[in-house]
Every structure is written in C-alpha cells, then in structure tokens.
Nanobody
C-alpha cells in the first residue's frame, strides 16, 4: 500500500505559477511511475503529465506542454508539478498517482492522492 499526499494548490491569477508536490509514503517509491491528472467540475479526469521511475522520461498532455514540468526526487519520495503561464482552463482538482507504467490512462495507476484544488482567475 502507498499513500500519496498532494500540496501546493491554491488561487492564482492567469499567467501566474504554482508548484504542486506529492509526497509518497512507500519506500519502493523509486520503482513507481508517477503521474498527475486533473478533473474540472462536470468533466472527466484528464491526464496532465507522467514521469518514469528513473526520472529519465516524461510525458505531457498537449494542453500543458511547454507550460508544465514534472519532476521527482526519489531521495525525498516526492514528485512535483511546476505550472507556469496558468490559464483559467487549468482550474481543476489535481491528483497524483503511482503505477508501474508511464501511460496516460487513469486505470493504469492503482494508487491515488486525495487531490489539491487549483483555481486560476482571469
């Protein structure tokens, strides 16, 4: 079992930045692929970014490419999502997830955090 706890969400104006963190409890964190997903009210959960367990490969949704950066510190059992040039359409609950494969499908990730709210005002 692994527990994931997100932090760093909040309210920011369009064009601003936020850095989300996700702390994992399990010592085998180093073997997990990690991902961020988001869900806006009335919409389906959407893939945002993913990173391999080595940190050597990362993947992004087209809607955030060039603005968001995913990274991880295996020493700290933490994955990050640096979000720049935020837009109102980025408003959602952001959740981190742990799994065995770097794929953009929620069903591939058995472990999830509770989520953190990101609100971008225009």
């Amino acid at each position: 079992q692994v527990q994931l706890v997100e932090s760093g969400g909040g309210l920011v104006q369009a064009g601003g930045s936020l850095n989300l963190s996700c702390a994992a409890s399990r010592r085998t964190f180093n073997n997990d692929a990690m991902a961020w997903f988001r869900q806006a009210p009335g919409k389906e959960r959407e893939f945002v970014a993913a990173i391999s367990w080595t940190g050597g490969s990362s993947y992004y949704a087209d809607s955030v490419k060039g603005r968001f950066t995913i990274s991880r510190s295996n020493n700290k059992n933490t994955v990050y999502l640096q979000m720049n040039s935020l837009k109102p359409e980025d408003t959602a609950v952001y959740s981190c997830a742990a799994g065995l494969s770097v794929l953009p499908y929620p069903t591939m990730y058995p472990y999830w955090g509770q989520g953190t709210q990101v609100t971008v005002s225009s």
